[in-house]
């Protein structure tokens, strides 16, 4: 290629590598007994004649069988420069995937004690990431611009029941920790929307002129119902990860 004047450099990469991840605590493989340090922890100390004596108890559930998380990143790229290297880039494709996610199992509140942690889940998140940069010399005076852009898309491939935690959801199919919320619909006016709006079930305050209403989505039988219920009544929204990233890099240097 050296009978292209124009091309200075032309690069095509490729790369995939693994990495574990155990940052989970201590000891989540081991069967352990919390013992009471009386008189402070009062939920494990027992009374007998009158007085407390010290008590032991299995506050969690172990699983032996947990091994590392892992997250496996395949990455393809082009790096080039023209024109005497005046104009200079890459371009990357990456896929990033995390299998055999380390959390908690998804149990009932009536189990009475903490869940196992497990291997379950698959995170992917998938993208592309563009630089592009041109530098120049103009008498004693010298420049370079340089800008980058990222995009990418999370998503929860597998991940078992939905779970809510707060604002965030987390459910196949959608980014990690997606919004979870009430929906805007304006702002009351006055107070005769106020009394004609739907009734919020979540609070015992009352809607006030120059508060936000929200949209009455659903009730129990699928069909809005005149009350805003944070059962029924949350969507999913986006914006837990940002579309893209950008930067813009200038400098210029004298002599």
């Known amino acids: 290629m050296k009978g292209i004047a124009w091309l200075d450099e032309l690069k095509i990469r490729g790369s995939w590598g693994q990495l574990g991840n155990q940052n989970i605590g201590n000891y989540p493989y081991q069967d352990i007994l919390n013992i009471s340090t009386a008189p ?6 027992y009374s007998f ?8 108890s299995r ?7 947990i091994k590392w998380e892992t997250t496996t990143v395949t990455d393809f790229g082009l790096d080039f420069a023209l024109f005497n290297a005046k104009l200079t880039g890459s371009v990357d494709w990456y896929k990033k995937t995390t299998k055999d996610i380390l959390r908690s199992l998804q149990v009932p509140d009536h189990i009475g ?23 120049n010399k103009v008498g004693a005076f010298s420049y370079t611009i340089s800008a980058n852009l990222e995009t990418y898309r999370n998503k929860l491939i597998r991940f078992g029941a939905r779970e809510i935690s707060g604002v965030n959801i987390r459910q196949e199919g959608l980014p990690y920790n997606t919004y979870y919320i009430l929906l805007q619909d304006g702002i009351y006016q006055n107070q005769a929307e106020v009394d004609n709006g739907p009734t919020p079930s979540y609070t015992s305050i009352a809607p006030k002129p120059g508060d936000l209403k929200y949209k009455d989505i659903s009730g129990p039988n699928g069909v809005p119902d005149g009350r805003i219920d944070l059962t029924y009544d949350r969507a999913t929204v986006g914006g837990v990860f940002p579309k893209f990233n950008y930067g813009m890099n200038l400098s210029v240097s004298y002599n």
């Open 49 to 56: 004649g009158g007085s407390l004596a010290q008590g032991i």
């Open 59 to 65: 506050r969690s559930i172990n699983n032996s069988n």
């Open 40 to 45: 402070d922890d009062e939920t494990l100390d």
């Open 113 to 135: 004690i903490n869940a196992p942690t497990i291997n379950d889940g698959i995170l992917e998140n998938t993208g592309w990431e563009f630089i592009l940069g041109h530098r």
